[in-house]
């Protein structure tokens, strides 16, 4: 159900939202409800409330208990029984209905007129009877103390057809040459039809004399108003015993009081289109007006709107359900529209749930739509040239911005850019353009130190993505992203030896999967500087060719290991050999050196004697001495000493 606003009037589109085929089964048809959020929040007041392409017209009978609408294609008429709110029987015709009419309280008694001239009538069972009048009808209207149909149409005559007697009598001749509608007051039965040339004109059943004659079309053509032709009438409806509205052409809707000739009031649809259709609400004193763009409701006193609606598809016509706020359309699309505005009245008595669904959603407001107004700010006004109409009647403040009419907006805005729809010509094909480069090769900026690792972290980060999404986890840092380990990628000292023996040990499946890596990272290399000598990047997909290929198995994680201890054992066997081929090549010479002053040179024998009797105690050493009588000389690091002992026992 959508809910819109338009003067603090709230509407509820009880027929918005897609309606499910009649071809589905129940079980299909309750599996999408619960999977569709749309289908299962929509409100489906009347079951199959549709005709198969279009609507033409909507009535509904006196007693409120049924809703009849016709209908293409093929020409049909389905009965809706609001009391089961379903479809009570559906009828197919021979050609289409231009418009019908219920002459008893229920379905039991109706009259269509049709587009090849023939008259029909149904009884509660069916087909009754079918007649033809002379010329083509567009409208007919019955009146009841005679028991006679008025048929007007593509003539200036206008058939009469009783039914009590079963013939037709005598036509009463007008002045015009055509009439389009026909209309007959309920109070005093008046008998009005409006002729193509802009005129309505009354008359009298009982003298069968015309009484009054409006002269419509020159009413109509004020000041504001601008015509192309000559306004002709498209609708007519009277209200009461005293008041008349009536329909032009070109989108004017004038209020008459029968006692003078002169409008009391011209209502312009602005859109110059028909009328189709003119509707009194008396509990508010509106009057409901339709074309086959817009309903509009306005006061029949002042002429200020109401509210109004647009609906999606062209109107073709319009019933307001008597004594409520509910709305019928007849459109140009399968699905006919429904409407509850709370504020014309109660829900009807076979609908009175709408009262509370309707309490519960002002409980609880959602965001307003506003159809026929645009939000603007006071800057898209200064650009728009219309800064000077902030504080009138056509700007209304909202929040940060302004509301305005939507139609004022799209003729400012083609006024002061003109050229709008070139630019947004080139913004399509901007975007295009972008989702043709999405295919491309997309570049990765490496860091200058440790890119293999740089690229080996990017594919893992990929591969982590993908998983997360499937499990709906968090995804996790990226490294390359970390300013603690930003240093890694920035300082050369950071470099990994891949050529090491630690390396190589201790990652036996790198080989394989650095050399792939260093494929892809000699054609990244190629492609960015391919980029930097020409403008666009060139076109096509990222080959899957280099992908990295993991094996777990550990059958080959053992080769891979004895492979790489066999290719070091190799390496240091060559390194072996290089060595000894250099130390023969290397020539042993004599070397000299040179006694500093102060110091005595002394042999290796000295050293090793010196050595033995370092090991002796002191007292040993001392008795050594005396006996050979020699000086006790050290060496120590501060120069020769010389020292004499005497031992005492």
Sequence with gaps: MQVSSLNEVKIYSLSAGRSLPEWLSDRKKRALQKKDVD????????????????????????????????????????????????????????SEVVTFEILSDDYSKIVFLQCDRFVEFHSQHGHYYRTRIPKFGRDFSYHYPSCDLYFVGA???????????????????????????????????????????????????????????????????TADTEIDGLPSISALKFDGALNMAVGTSTGQVLLYDLRSSNPLIVKDHHYGLPIKSIQFQRQLDL?????????????????????????????????????????????????????????????????????????????????????????????????????HLIGSSLLRAYMHGFFMDIRLYHKAKMMANPFAYEEYRREKIRQKIEETRAQRVQLKKL???????????????????????????????????????????????FQVDEQSEEFRLLNPLVSKISEKRKRKLKILEELEAQEQEEEEEPEGKASDAESSESSDDEKGWVEEVRKQRKLLRQEEKVKRQERFKEDQQTLLKPQFFEIKEGEEFRSFKDSAKKQKLMKKTLGDRLKLEEKLGTLNVSDTTVGSKQATFKLKK
């Excluded at 509009?296 to 307001?320: A, R």
Aim: charged share 30%; net charge negative.
């Design 447 to 493: 860091p200058k130190v440790n890119k293999e690792l740089a690229l080996k972290l990017i594919e893992e980060e990929g591969e982590e993505q993908q998983l997360t999404r499937k499990r709906k986890q968090k995804n996790l840092p990226s490294l390359l992203k970390d300013d603690r380990f930003k240093v890694m990628f920035e300082n050369p000292d």
């Design 155 to 221: 003539s200036s005559e206008v058939y009469r057809l009783n039914l009590e007697q079963g013939r037709f009598l005598n036509s009463l001749q007008t002045d015009a040459s055509e009439s389009n509608v026909c209309d007959i007051n309920p109070i005093h039965f008046l008998f009005a039809m409006g002729t193509a040339e802009g005129k309505v004109e009354c008359w009298d059943p009982r003298t069968r004399n015309r009484v009054g004659l409006l002269d419509c079309a020159l009413s109509s053509v």
């Design 39 to 94: 289908i299962r929040r929509r409100i489906e007041l009347i079951q199959d409330f549709e005709m198969p392409t279009v609507s033409t017209k909507i009535k509904v009978s006196r007693d409120g208990q049924y809703i009849m609408a016709v209908g293409t294609y093929k020409p049909r008429i389905r009965c809706f029984d609001t009391y089961q709110l379903s479809q009570k029987f559906e009828r197919c015709l021979d």
């Design 287 to 387: 009057i409901i007006s339709a074309d086959s763009r817009i309903i509009k409701m306005w006061n029949k006193d002042t002429g200020k709107i109401f509210t109004s609606m647009e609906p999606e598809y062209d109107i073709n016509d319009v019933c307001l359900y008597p004594n409520s706020g509910m709305l019928m359309t007849a459109n140009e699309a399968p699905k006919m529209n429904i409407y509850y505005i709370p504020v014309l009245g109660p829900a009807p008595k076979w609908c009175s749930f709408l009262d509370n669904l309707t309490e519960e959603l002002e409980e609880n407001p959602e965001s307003t739509v506003y159809d026929d107004y645009k939000f603007v700010t006071r800057k898209d006004l200064e650009n728009l040239g219309l800064a």
